[in-house]
Each structure stands twice: as structure tokens, then as C-alpha cells.
């Protein structure tokens, strides 16, 4: 593969960034949360957050133009344009969508279950690793 563009590599490295300190809350707010509903949103929250960041590190690294959403399944939908497979392989990353920014707001709460904060956690590592790897082989 021919070296990345200085500042594709720039922006590209910043939103990886972004996406591992989400993933780092989250990793650190967890082992709090057996007694609080809120905090395993707020869990949910960062996780969210983290795998919509590391979408958006594939759609900068593809080139292809994005939306300011949150929603993991429009995000994906577009991956899938420049890689299925690799869309496919992060479809499961769909079950974070309900803990977007709205979870943030009165009324609007996912419920999150003990044990789930556990899943979501999973689900960003899972995306990260993904991501990653498409980085690295490419």
C-alpha cells in the first residue's frame, strides 16, 4: 500500500483518538456500576461513542463523505460502500445505537441491565480491533 497523505494520517489519527479515550471511560467507569441503572448508560454512553468514532476512522481512511450523526446503522450502511465485509463483521456494533446522545436526556433512556455495560464494552474492543486492523493490512 502507498503511504498515507500527512494529513489523512493526521485526521485519521486524531479520531482514533477520540474513539480509544470513549472506550477508556467506559473501561474505567464500569467496575462502578453494579448498583446504578445511569452509570451503565453513561457506559453505554462512551461505548457508543467509541464504535461511532471508529466508524467514522474507516469512512475518513476510505475517503468517503459522512454526516454529523450518531446512528451506528447509517454509519455502517456507508462502510459498507467502500468494504462489506468489514460493515458486515461490525453489524453486531448496531446494539449500541439506542445509548446515542439522546440516552443523555430526560425521558429518552435505554434501559441497560446489569451485565449489558459488560457487552458494550466488548462490542467497542470488538470495533476498535476491526478498525485497526483494516488500518494496519490496507
Same mark, same amino acid.
Given at each position: ?78 462502510? $459498507?460502500? %467502500?468494504?462489506?465485509? =468489514? *460493515? ?7 446494539? &449500541?445505537?439506542? +445509548? /446515542? ?5 430526560? $425521558?429518552? %433512556?435505554?434501559?441497560? =441491565? *446489569? ?7 466488548? &462490542?467497542?474492543? +470488538? /470495533? ?11
Amino acid at each position: 500500500m502507498k503511504p498515507l497523505d500527512p494529513d489523512l494520517e493526521s485526521l485519521l489519527r486524531e479520531w482514533v483518538e477520540k474513539a480509544e479515550a470513549d472506550l477508556e471511560a467506559a473501561d474505567r467507569l464500569a467496575p462502578s456500576v453494579a448498583t446504578s441503572a445511569r452509570l451503565r448508560e453513561i457506559v453505554g454512553f462512551h461505548c457508543q461513542q467509541s464504535v461511532e468514532k471508529y466508524l467514522k476512522v474507516l469512512l475518513t481512511f476510505y475517503q468517503i463523505e459522512f454526516p454529523k450523526t450518531h446512528e451506528i446503522e447509517r454509519l455502517l450502511a456507508l462502510v $459498507g460502500n %467502500a468494504n462489506a465485509a =468489514v *460493515a458486515d463483521a461490525l453489524g453486531c456494533t448496531k446494539w &449500541l445505537g439506542p +445509548f /446515542a446522545v439522546d440516552i443523555r436526556y430526560p $425521558g429518552d %433512556a435505554a434501559e441497560m =441491565v *446489569a451485565g449489558d455495560e459488560v457487552r458494550a464494552i466488548e &462490542l467497542a474492543r +470488538f /470495533a476498535k480491533g476491526v478498525v485497526l486492523r483494516v488500518l494496519d493490512e490496507e
